[in-house]
């Protein structure tokens, strides 16, 4: 390959030294060797230089912005200087014989000089001397950069053999991109610190994910909350009634992924798409149709509910008007609907969903794997509501909920039990007074939100976050378990007249003892033993419960945006404060060990500060 022209090349070693040696006053001759390739007012950043071309991100070597100095190949890099003239005078020290950095990649050596074999960036580590390749490899593969840094001196242009050397180097075989060749062949700015894309790689293209199409709106509404804050039963989708042999979904198998190829050759796997989480359930028929996709029909005439990754359908026990001696008590697998009144006295229990057009009067039970949605309120202290879905209802004023998801009121809570796993919120729909908490207990694992909380008769009122229903159960029957297996240690502990087993008290125990009871004693003490391990067991199971209620604790906010009354008790699990005075907008929540509070903007929910929940 042709050296780059002489304009743009140093001079040559006799002019360099010769034109350093004429200079008027010159008094120093060089006596090391001299880098030639270099206009002497500085030194490229070597080690920057380095690192930014093995640098993992190209745009982080841009932004080093080091200095540098592109070579061509052929171009002379170091040379030693002439040797003296004249043999040293008697007395004067012989200065040593200078010697040649070693020729390192991308470097040749040819009669006292060092040439450049190849293009790219002059690096000098000291004892080597070799030339940096300007490409940059993704880690992938994937892309091949030249990598331009501010130049000390306008270096010689790219030609094509130099970057097709650079290429194979590289080991890249895709073709360059014809508009980066031509910018690089036309020259690049000194000055500028730039990367030129000279390869992109053909990535893998992942499949298609799976997909389901349903035949109705998958979207669960529990119906529209009207502006009198009841529930408008008519706009729900949470109950869709299907016929025997409609079609409910289509599912759409995933497609297989498009290998790719990087700039090395290399092949690049692809991903298949993942198939959709959704397959039929109870009561439906799941035929194979064309391309791998699977029509799921009803078996039933029914309502249509998708739960727990299945599309199933109910049957649905439907009780035209109020709900009386004359239909009685009902307990049924699938969806109850009740048009009118669940009068008192009267109990549902549905695998499904329930749905109450009018009340729920009290010493009512509703019991339900679903959810539950009244149109109008939930009465009586004797009413027990019972929900692993969720609850939506006009009003709860005394009755007992318990409920696995979110609540949802359209007016308010009095005096009501309410334990949700979900979120509470209470909407101020009818104006008024609309939206309070008054009275009773609600704790909510995903927090509350509510207009007002607190009475000003001054009915004690707690508000707060707990575990989930299923998770504060269990710990307290854990903790029943815990105390229970305590006791039964002790009274055998109190049998044995010790206080605790160890190896002396069992042999005084053993020593003190007539022969025929040491058979008893050996009994005893293994039944002891027994109980103590279940006791560990226990109680290793109850931290991991507890820990998790903690971790809920941790996640919850009450949000109260009009009014917090004096009285009002705030409940994180097992820790507590009672509210003063009236309190403006305020949100409570736990952190660092107690419970804090900031103050509301009315209309936002931005915060104002953060400080301890004031007693």
């Not at 200087?81 to 040593?96: D, F, K, L, N, V």
């Not at 014809?178 to 700015?189: F, H, K, P």
């Not at 009413?383 to 909920?401: D, F, I, K, P, S």
């Not at 007249?497 to 020593?511: H, P, Q, S, Y």
Request: with cysteine; proline share 5%.
């Amino acid at each position: 390959m042709a050296p780059p022209s002489s304009s743009r090349r140093r001079p040559k070693a006799d002019e360099a030294y010769a034109e350093a040696s004429d200079k008027e006053g010159a008094e120093v001759v060089p006596q090391g060797p001299v880098m030639t390739c270099l206009p002497g007012e500085r030194m490229p950043d070597y080690e920057a230089v380095k690192q930014c071309l093995a640098a993992t991100d190209f745009e982080d070597a841009l932004t080093a912005n080091p200095h540098a100095q592109l070579v061509a190949p052929g171009e002379e890099l170091m040379v030693l200087p002439p040797p003296p003239t004249s043999p040293p005078t008697q007395g004067e020290e012989t200065e040593p014989t200078p010697t040649m950095l070693e020729a390192g990649e991308g470097v040749r050596e040819e009669q006292a000089r060092l040439v450049a074999d190849r293009y790219g960036y002059v690096y000098d580590s000291g004892k080597v001397l070799q030339v940096l390749s300007p490409l940059w490899v993704s880690g992938d593969g994937m892309q091949v950069r030249f990598l331009h840094f501010r130049q000390l001196r306008t270096p010689a242009r790219v030609d094509r053999g130099s970057l097709q050397q650079m290429l194979s180097e590289v080991g890249a075989v895709a073709d360059p991109d014809d508009e980066a060749v031509e910018q690089l062949l036309a020259g690049l700015s000194p000055a500028e610190t730039l990367s030129v894309l000279l390869m992109n790689g053909e990535p893998a293209q992942r499949g298609v994910d799976g997909r389901i199409d349903y035949s109705f709106d998958p979207e669960v509404r529990s119906g529209t909350l009207q502006e009198d804050g009841s529930i408008d039963l008519r706009e729900r989708n949470s109950s869709i009634g299907v016929v025997v042999g409609e079609k409910v979904a289509t599912i759409y198998p995933p497609t297989d992924g498009t290998g790719g190829r990087n700039v090395l050759g290399e092949d690049v796997a692809a991903e298949d798409g993942t198939a959709s989480e959704i397959t039929g359930g109870a009561n439906i028929t799941m035929a194979s149709g064309d391309g791998g996709v699977i029509i799921l029909t009803s078996e039933i005439a029914g309502n249509v509910h998708i739960k727990n990754g299945q599309v199933e359908v109910t049957p649905v026990f439907r009780v035209d008007g109020d709900l009386t001696y004359e239909t009685g008590n009902v307990e049924v697998e699938g969806d109850v609907e009740v048009t009118g009144t669940v009068l008192a006295g009267f109990s549902v229990k549905a695998g499904g969903d329930i749905t109450v057009g009018g009340t729920v009067e009290n010493a009512v039970s509703l019991t339900a794997r679903g959810d539950i949605i009244v149109a109008q309120g939930v009465l009586g202290e004797e009413t027990q509501v019972a929900a692993v879905g969720n609850l939506t209802a006009r009003y709860v004023q005394n009755a007992h909920a318990m409920v696995g998801g979110d609540i949802m009121i359209g007016n308010y809570l009095y005096n009501a039990d309410i334990r949700c796993g979900g979120h509470v919120s209470v909407s101020d729909a009818g104006g008024g007074r609309s939206g309070t908490i008054a009275g009773g207990r609600v704790m909510a694992t995903g927090g509350i939100d509510a207009c007002y909380a607190g009475a000003r008769s001054g009915d004690r009122t707690i508000i707060g976050v707990d575990g989930t229903p299923s998770d504060t159960m269990k710990a307290e029957t854990l903790q029943a378990e815990i105390a229970e297996l305590d006791g039964r240690v002790r009274r055998l502990l109190r049998t044995l007249g010790i206080t605790k087993i160890d190896g002396e008290a069992l042999a005084r125990l053993m020593k003190a003892a007539p022969p025929r009871q040491r058979t008893s004693i050996i009994a005893f003490v293994k039944r002891l033993r027994t109980m103590l391990a279940e006791r560990e067991k226990v109680a290793a199971e109850w931290d991991e419960v507890q820990g998790r209620i903690n971790e809920q604790v941790k996640a919850g906010v009450l949000e109260i945006s009009k009014e917090v009354y004096g009285g009002t008790e705030v409940f994180f699990a097992q820790r507590a404060v009672t509210i003063s005075m009236k309190t403006p907008p305020s949100a409570y929540y736990f952190a660092d060990e107690e419970i804090r509070s900031r103050a509301l903007n009315q209309g936002s929910d931005e915060s104002q500060g953060a400080e301890p929940a004031s007693a």
